[in-house]
């Protein structure tokens, strides 16, 4: 696959010019946006298993990165403030580093069978605070961390992505099968993927095993 070159003439470079392609905003849209979390917003979050942590680096690199646990993992401490657990993860630790770097923070939180989602944008912080921590604990084991989010905009996301996805319709689900395992393009990326079915049946079983055990 040859690399995709763009015109620069067909570039846009500005707002204005931004703009000029699309019909001015509703005002029920820009009026949408909250500084705090309100009773709609909290309710929405007490509801969402999974999220989406979008965060930058320092030199302005972005990254995404999905958060999931049980129903409502995610506390509600005040109406600008809320607490994500870091659960174990590959140790990359590319969200955590970046809020290091730049606390600037998006998130994107999602309920099953809900086509509207919720987006929350803030600044972060990374926590130890034993008894926040403790409160965050799932059989018996505490996250070595929380990220702490000061709220500053909240507003609630039209459907249309969704519905355009058709993301919770089961006609419209895929075969997993139809894709390599996880462990087989992964390896296949990096040292290789062994040829032998067997061996990899075994890796796949592996990881399957590691997921029981470290979930939390």
Known sequence: MS?????????????ASLRSLFHATHELAVQKMLGALDTHAQDFIS???????GTQD???RADVSPRGDHVGFV????????AIPDRPGNNRLDSLSNIIANPAVGLLFIIPGYDDTLRVNGQATLVTEPELLESMSVNGRAPRLAIVVRVSETFLHCAKAFRRSHLWDPAHRQDRAEMPSLVKMILDQTTGAPDD???????????????SKSLY
């Open 3 to 15: 690399d995709f070159g763009i015109d620069p003439a067909h570039m846009i470079r500005d707002e």
């Open 47 to 53: 509801r969402s298993p999974f999220l989406c942590l």
């Open 58 to 60: 320092g030199k302005g």
């Open 75 to 82: 506390r509600i401490l005040d109406a600008h403030t809320l």
């Open 197 to 211: 079915a067997e061996e990899m049946r075994k890796l796949d079983e592996g990881l399957e095993a590691d997921y």
